[in-house]
């Protein structure tokens, strides 16, 4: 977004992540800036937003409030920050509307119209979001948990190892592992890979022959390091829970019932991850976890390449990384599936996800509680295995870290929460030993309102 901007003639102060409401609003105020742009990649971020958006107010500063990045929507601007302010609070969907954006609220004459139509546009998203949430309902969490899915009734198989592995795969061991489809969606080249390659596109081909090369020069170079942390452990269900039989101890895994109306009212239509591990006294079961990153080293690469003003290495050097740390993810996720039974894919086949078993993450649509990562940092130690810490609103750092729960269960499927009840919203809480208002935070918009 940054790029963008600059090459339409914008100076942007780029403050980085993690940045503080206080930091973001007194640099705007010192540096006069026209507006406040902030960005979101994964949702305890969209609390923030609504912090910085109220601080503003708080301190008078009608300055336009741009918002931006993967987690955030219009519906969500329209819906949590729009209402925290009186000035705009405008949604950019991607970097390439953000020139138009910023030209119209910067310009005395179309500030006003400009803003005017925003507002009108979120009422009306504010509008169709009351009649979205009464349009479904919801089961009770008695009624949801009468369709869990089943666990099946094959006997699991012990994995080959428990306990937990260190793993530091070379970056010429990941690559065959990565999937290219989002590494062109951050060129804004839309498509799957295998066509965008086959197009024959000038653009295409030059993109990836230069991430090929920088990969061939991470590998030479040796200071970009893959490092990463896997475990087994025996584990039970209860209730909701998952309960885990760890060398420091039991720890617990929280999970969350979907409770939206099913079409067809069958087993299954309300599972909750917890669904396939088998319940306490019923067999043997096992799950798995692990924390990948691509990012040790990155940020002396980036430093450098920020030095040499090269906005195009910076953008790849960060693609390529996050690639790296999916195909990582990728690898790892075979090996562990293969330490239960044997699977017989193409690399690509895994890619497509055609295997047995799932790797959701907390953040993800069947567990969007971030703070369950805590967890799994209790259980694998990221932190001192692999050099990936947690931020206090559990981001992972450095950025191109993938963390995941492993599922062997052959039945296990993705599926996405949707929105829940006050019901589960209190056994939650209970079940974590939190406030019904701090759960709240947690879950945020998976919470129906009213
Ligand atoms: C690439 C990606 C990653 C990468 C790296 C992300 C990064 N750089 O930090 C990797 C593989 C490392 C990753 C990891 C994770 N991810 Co991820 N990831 C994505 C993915 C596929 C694309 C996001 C992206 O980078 N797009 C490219 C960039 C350039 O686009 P963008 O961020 O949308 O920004 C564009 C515009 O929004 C605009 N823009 C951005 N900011 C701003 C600001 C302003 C002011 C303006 C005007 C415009 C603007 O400009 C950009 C270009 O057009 C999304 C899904 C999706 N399709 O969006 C999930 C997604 C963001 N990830 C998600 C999750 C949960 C995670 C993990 C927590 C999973 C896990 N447990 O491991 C981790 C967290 C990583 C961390 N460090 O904490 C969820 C977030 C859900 C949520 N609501 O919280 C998503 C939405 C996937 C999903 N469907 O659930 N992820």
Same mark, same amino acid.
């Given at each position: 977004?940054?790029?963008?901007?600059?090459?339409?003639?914008?100076? *942007?102060?780029?403050?980085?992540?993690?940045?503080?409401?206080? =930091?973001?609003?007194? /640099?705007?105020?010192?540096?006069?800036? @026209?507006?406040?742009?902030?960005?979101?990649?994964?949702?305890?971020? +969209?609390?923030?937003?609504?912090?910085?958006?109220?601080? @503003?107010?708080?301190?008078?500063?009608?300055?336009?409030?741009?918002?931006?990045?993967?987690?955030?929507?219009?519906?969500? /601007?329209?819906?949590?920050?729009? %209402?925290? =302010?009186?000035?705009?609070? #405008?949604?950019? *969907?991607?970097?390439?509307? /953000?020139?138009?954006?910023?030209?119209?609220?910067?310009?005395?004459?179309?500030?006003?119209?400009?803003?005017?139509? #925003? =507002?009108?546009?979120?009422?009306?998203?504010?509008?169709?979001?009351?009649?979205?949430?009464?349009?479904?309902?919801?089961?009770? +969490?008695?009624?949801?948990?009468?369709?869990?899915?089943?666990?099946?009734?094959?006997?699991?198989?012990?994995?080959?190892?428990?306990?937990?592995?260190?793993?530091?795969?070379?970056?010429?061991?990941?690559?065959?592992?990565?999937?290219?489809?989002?590494?062109?969606?951050?060129?804004?080249?839309?498509?799957?890979?295998?066509?965008?390659?086959?197009?024959?596109?000038?653009?295409?081909?030059?993109?990836?022959?230069?991430?090929?090369?920088?990969?061939?020069?991470?590998?030479?170079?040796?200071?970009?390091?893959?490092?990463? #942390?896997?475990?087994?452990?025996?584990?039970? =269900?209860?209730?909701?829970?998952?309960?885990?039989?760890?060398?420091?101890?039991?720890?617990?895994?929280?999970?969350?019932?979907?409770?939206?109306?099913?079409?067809?009212?069958?087993?299954?239509?309300?599972?909750?991850?917890?669904?396939?591990?088998?319940?306490?006294?019923?067999?043997?079961?096992?799950?798995?976890?692990?924390?990948?990153?691509?990012?040790?080293?990155?940020?002396?690469? @980036?430093?450098?390449?920020?030095?040499?003003?090269?906005?195009?290495?910076?953008?790849?050097?960060?693609?390529?990384?996050?690639?790296?740390?999916?195909?990582?993810?990728?690898?790892?996720?075979?090996?562990?599936?293969?330490?239960?039974? %044997?699977?017989?894919?193409?690399?690509?086949?895994?890619?497509?996800?055609?295997?047995?078993?799932?790797?959701?993450?907390?953040?993800?649509?069947?567990?969007?509680?971030?703070?369950?990562?805590?967890?799994?940092?209790?259980?694998?130690?990221? /932190?001192?295995?692999?050099?990936?810490?947690?931020?206090?609103?559990?981001?992972?750092?450095?950025?191109?870290?993938?963390?995941?729960?492993?599922?062997?269960?052959?039945?296990?499927?993705?599926?996405?929460?949707?929105?829940?009840?006050?019901?589960?919203?209190?056994?939650?809480?209970?079940?974590?030993?939190?406030?019904?208002?701090?759960?709240?935070?947690?879950?945020?918009?998976?919470?129906?309102?009213?």
């Amino acid at each position: 977004m940054s790029v963008v901007l600059a090459c339409n003639g914008w100076r *942007v102060v780029d403050l980085g992540v993690m940045v503080s409401a206080e =930091r973001i609003i007194d /640099t705007a105020l010192a540096e006069k800036a @026209l507006m406040v742009g902030l960005s979101g990649l994964i949702t305890p971020s +969209l609390d923030e937003m609504v912090h910085v958006a109220k601080e @503003l107010e708080r301190r008078g500063i009608a300055l336009p409030l741009l918002i931006g990045g993967a987690t955030t929507s219009p519906r969500h /601007t329209a819906v949590k920050i729009a %209402p925290c =302010r009186e000035a705009a609070v #405008v949604h950019v *969907v991607d970097a390439s509307r /953000t020139p138009g954006v910023v030209e119209q609220l910067a310009s005395a004459s179309a500030r006003e119209a400009f803003a005017a139509k #925003v =507002r009108g546009e979120q009422e009306r998203d504010r509008e169709r979001h009351a009649a979205r949430a009464n349009a479904r309902p919801l089961l009770s +969490l008695a009624e949801a948990r009468a369709l869990a899915a089943d666990c099946g009734a094959a006997r699991s198989e012990a994995p080959a190892w428990n306990g937990v592995r260190i793993v530091r795969p070379t970056v010429r061991e990941l690559t065959p592992w990565i999937d290219w489809t989002p590494f062109f969606h951050v060129w804004e080249l839309r498509g799957t890979a295998e066509k965008l390659l086959a197009s024959g596109d000038k653009r295409v081909l030059e993109l990836h022959a230069d991430a090929l090369s920088l990969l061939a020069e991470l590998e030479i170079g040796g200071v970009l390091t893959p490092r990463g #942390v896997a475990g087994f452990w025996r584990a039970a =269900r209860h209730g909701e829970d998952i309960h885990i039989q760890a060398a420091q101890g039991a720890k617990v895994l929280h999970t969350l019932r979907r409770q939206e109306l099913p079409r067809e009212q069958k087993a299954g239509a309300c599972p909750a991850l917890a669904d396939w591990i088998r319940e306490e006294g019923s067999g043997e079961d096992w799950l798995g976890a692990f924390a990948v990153s691509a990012g040790d080293g990155l940020e002396w690469l @980036l430093a450098a390449a920020r030095r040499d003003h090269d906005d195009y290495r910076v953008i790849m050097l960060e693609a390529v990384a996050d690639r790296l740390a999916e195909a990582f993810a990728e690898k790892l996720h075979s090996e562990m599936r293969r330490a239960v039974r %044997p699977e017989e894919l193409s690399i690509g086949a895994q890619i497509a996800e055609e295997y047995q078993g799932i790797r959701p993450a907390p953040g993800y649509p069947a567990q969007p509680d971030h703070s369950e990562k805590q967890v799994l940092w209790e259980l694998l130690d990221p /932190t001192g295995n692999a050099g990936i810490r947690l931020t206090e609103n559990w981001a992972m750092l450095p950025a191109a870290s993938v963390s995941a729960i492993v599922f062997l269960n052959p039945a296990a499927r993705y599926f996405a929460l949707g929105e829940i009840g006050e019901d589960q919203l209190v056994d939650y809480a209970g079940r974590k030993g939190l406030t019904l208002e701090a759960a709240r935070k947690l879950l945020g918009s998976h919470v129906r309102s009213g």
